[in-house]
């Protein structure tokens, strides 16, 4: 009994992200990432520029974010800098990439990061390929649904340092 009333408490489900919901996903990215901090403009612009990618975990009864997700499509390998805007959507974009997946624990372990990369890959669909910086040791997790750890250039690796030691681009065949 006392299980099924724990899940109910974190039953959730994932919709469109809001622009009025940047403001609690600034707390979850705060609590989630604060190794990683990143502006309010950054998550602003990648909802109002790609809102197809950005998805917001929503409590199914207080409506209270409790986990988020950004995606959107770059040229191959080239993601943008930690904290840094896009200024736009390039017309020969040629791979998508995930920015961020941000769950509160509590509802870590329940299903919710495998639904969101469901939708997530039906967003990518018309890319050959999703590409991703994987941190906090989350190699694993992201290997188990498709993705591996090719070969680098230097300005790629540059560009990881600035997500810690142990950050490693990742990425997947859409096939």
Known sequence: MAAEATAAQHEAKWRQLLLSDINSLMR???QIHSDL???????EERAKLFPDGCFALVHVTTNELCGYAISHPIKYRQPPALNC??????LDVDQYYIHDVAILPDYQGRGHAQQCI?????????????????????????GRHGFKSPDVDEAMAEKLKDYG??????????D
């Open 28 to 30: 979850i990215a705060d």
């Open 37 to 43: 901090p990143e502006s309010r403009e950054v998550f």
């Open 85 to 90: 805007l896009l200024e736009g959507i390039l």
């Open 118 to 142: 469901e939708k997530i890959f039906a967003v990518a669909k018309p890319y050959t390929s999703i590409g991703l910086v994987s941190v906090y040791g989350t190699t694993s997790f992201w």
């Open 165 to 174: 030691d142990a950050a490693q681009w990742l990425e997947c065949r859409n």
